[in-house]
């Protein structure tokens, strides 16, 4: 397996975890932690072995935002020029589910990592914001987009343009987090959750998620024409004929992710 520096990769049954490592920086996502985690997430995502991805930081911080310190001193024509964070709309592609899992900070670019995720499990200790707007910008990496989409404009604007912190029983009435588990019991609820979520059908996750994504970028006809398109194509799979032989015949299936 590649060896990386900003993260940790490691395997457990058909769940791949991503954990971000640069304590020393709050894991704040500087160019080669965005590369690596980009490296790793998309050869996970091609690997037949695995059926979901958990992305997860320290309990003080699962990422405290791009690295301001990186990025400082850069002109406009230079940021435009490096395409500085052109590589996180790869992250973004990864057709598998993606579960981030957030204890601590999620600020800037760490709150917009985990809204790139599909399902966010946070800790109760889970601090969301956009302070970008204190520092003279604004969230760079899909935050203002995937914001507003969850709570809608006012709310969106309220937190864009404060840059207040939220916390995670906050997120979870804004319906921005999953769910929100005590610290204690995070790393359980992460692996049941994350083993039920893999051990389904490969393709019809895959599915699932395609259509979920489609409903981000069309109007309902063209969504309901996306989602039908999805769930027909999956009866030519081996898995839906398991799993319905498995229904009938009142066993679990046995899904062999083809
Ligand atoms: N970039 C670079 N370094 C960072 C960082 C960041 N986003 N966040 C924290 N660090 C570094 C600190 O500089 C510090 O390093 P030094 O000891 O070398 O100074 C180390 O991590 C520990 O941080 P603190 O001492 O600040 O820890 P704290 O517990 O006192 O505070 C915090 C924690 C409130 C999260 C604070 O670190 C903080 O405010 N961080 C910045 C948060 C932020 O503004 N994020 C948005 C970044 S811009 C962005 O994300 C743009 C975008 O849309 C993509």
Redesign the pocket.
């Known amino acids: 397996m590649t060896e990386y520096e900003t993260i940790r990769v490691e395997r457990r049954g058909r769940v791949a975890w991503i954990t971000l490592d640069r304590p020393?920086?709050?894991?704040?996502?500087?160019a080669q932690l965005m590369h690596e985690l980009v490296d790793a997430a998309t050869s996970l995502d091609a690997d037949d072995a695995i059926g979901a991805i958990v992305v997860t930081g320290s309990e003080?911080?699962f990422?405290?935002?791009?690295?301001?310190?990186?990025?400082a001193s850069k002109t406009t024509a230079e940021m435009r020029d490096a395409n500085h964070?052109g590589p996180?709309l790869e992250f973004a592609r990864v057709k598998k589910p993606v579960i981030a899992v957030v204890s601590?900070?999620a600020?800037?670019?760490?709150?917009?990592l985990a809204l790139m995720c599909d399902v966010i499990l946070a800790s109760d200790s889970a601090?969301f914001?956009?302070?970008?707007i204190?520092?003279g910008?604004?969230?760079?990496?899909g935050?203002t987009q995937r914001i507003l989409r969850i709570v809608g404009y006012p709310k969106a604007a309220e937190l864009v343009l404060t840059?207040r912190r939220i916390d995670a029983a906050e997120a979870e009435r804004q319906g921005i987090v999953s769910r929100v588990v005590p610290a204690a019991e995070l790393l359980t609820q992460t692996e049941e959750l994350a083993a039920a979520i893999a051990n389904k059908s490969l393709p019809a996750l895959v599915a699932a998620k395609a259509a979920l994504d489609g409903a981000l970028e069309t109007g309902l006809e063209a969504g309901l024409a996306l989602e039908a398109e999805q769930f027909t194509a999956l009866f030519d799979t081996a898995d839906q004929k398991e799993g319905m032989a498995a229904f009938r015949e009142k066993r679990e299936p046995d899904f062999t992710h083809r």
């Open positions: 020393e920086a709050l894991n704040a996502l500087n003080k911080a990422a405290a935002g791009a690295d301001i310190k990186e990025m964070f996180w601590g900070y600020l800037g670019g760490g709150f917009e601090t914001g956009f302070p970008e204190g520092l910008v604004i969230p760079g990496i935050g840059g």
